[in-house]
């Protein structure tokens, strides 16, 4: 039949381009956050402790800018508090929360500060704004890349404008300084508000939490990451407490 | 007409219209995409013919020409591009990519592809993209604008040596440019690599000869490497200097 509606060429390559598009597309599409009034919400604290005695932290020889950084500068992976132990910079979060009290969009500021980047560890939820700026009369670079990949690297020249820009995607992002490769930090974007960093002494705080039982993830950069499983009651405290081997 | 007739024709009307449907949704998206599956038959053609051998069958920059090459042919599954109309870390247009791809990356093996066609070009522009999820994920940005070009007199360039002074140049680039900054044996990529830091003792621009790409290269950063972006920081004007002032570091 001439002229037929099915064209074996066009039905190959639409099967092609179905198959194409299924195998592009995302297997999980993260589900928007809710924000909901959230009633007899459940408080998370506790207490992040190294166990044992903290590594040292590695200690780099300032090739660079030694004129203002300093000859040599140390790394701040293990800030542990000498009089209880206290692990800052452990990133404790809820795991699967889609729904849970409303957040409004904050502004992180990270500074290039003495040839360090302050806070070290930063965390922020996806459509919060981040801002950098550079205390130092020196010029170092910002460079961010999520789960390794490149997304910002901005030039902070001597007396420079800040920086600031959205958070747009959850995960991972390693700040780095290239112009002083020892400058090193880490920012966590989530897509729900659940998350804390520990304070010097390892103390955090996750409140109105919608009651339920959860995962909570706990990070910090020099151990493997843990899980926990916790039940948040109404209107309860729950305690959350862990001592990290931290070798 | 017999019965038999009618319901054999209807019959294979209906099975004929029943396909129709099958593929009626498939067949509408090629339509709106140009005959985009079509495209990426043939560019994955022009890919495997011409750029395989050093970006790799699968695209993750492993092919079988790559090793000992320096720099490393791009891995595209990372979406991580060098050459961007926006700055470093975004992704880049189709026109991004077919001007790289139709001018190659001077004084590396990367070479010019304006001769295979025009429209093969841009096939396997779209093949390069499904390399990696970010081009569907995200969308390029508007263009860095590029301010039209002061005359470039030796006034110029004098102030241009201060914005490079002033601005860390240095702290890769080295104080003459000779890529010999101190923190320029510490530099990595995206890639995992160790990277050098432009020598613009040289005279030769991985862009080539074009001033405006030597302007967007510093105006955007390079993505992927440690060359960060100045748009920021710096005014048109004192870009259009340094541009002015590394051309004039040739030995």
Known sequence: ?247 | MPFKKLFLSGFRGLIILGLFFLILPANRSLASDGGHSLNLTRGKGVYERYCAGCHGVKGDGRGIYAEGLNPKPRDFTKGVFKWTGGPAGSMPSDLDLMMTISEGVNGTSMPAWRGIRESDRRYVVDYIKTFSPRFKNETPPRATFIYPPPPGTPDEIDKGKTVYEKNGCMACHGPKGRADGRSAGTLTDDWGDAILPANFSKGVFKTGKEEWKIYRSIANGLGGTPMPSFSDQLKPAEIWELVYYIQSLRD
């Open chain 1, 1 to 247: 039949m001439k002229g037929s509606i099915v064209n074996v060429k066009d039905f190959t390559s639409g099967i092609a381009f179905v198959l194409f598009t299924l195998l592009c597309t995302p297997a999980a599409v993260a589900q928007a956050y809710e924000g909901i009034v959230v009633a007899k919400g459940g408080e998370l604290a506790g207490n992040i402790k190294a166990k044992g005695a903290a590594p040292e932290n590695e200690v780099h020889k300032v090739i660079h800018n030694p004129e203002y950084c300093g000859d040599s500068i140390s790394e701040e992976t293990y800030l542990v508090n000498p009089e209880n132990n206290g692990l800052q910079n452990t990133v404790v979060s809820l795991e699967g929360i889609t729904k849970g009290k409303k957040h409004d969009p904050a502004t992180l500021v990270l500074e290039n500060l003495k040839c360090r980047f302050v806070p070290h560890v930063l965390a922020g939820m996806a459509g919060d704004s981040y801002e950098i700026r550079n205390g130092d009369p020196i010029l170092h670079n910002t460079h961010l890349r999520l789960e390794g990949t490149t997304i910002l690297n901005v030039a902070m020249p001597e007396n420079g404008k800040n920086i600031k820009k959205p958070l747009t995607q959850s995960g991972t992002i390693g700040i780095k300084c290239d112009a002083h490769p020892f400058m090193t930090g880490a920012l966590w974007v989530f897509d729900h508000p659940y998350f804390a960093v520990t304070d010097k002494n390892g103390e955090f705080k996750i409140s109105d939490i919608p009651p339920g039982t959860y995962k909570v993830t706990i990070w910090h950069e020099g151990v493997p990451i843990k899980e926990k499983e916790v039940t948040i009651a109404p209107g309860g405290k729950t305690n959350l407490s862990a001592d990290l081997s931290l070798k």
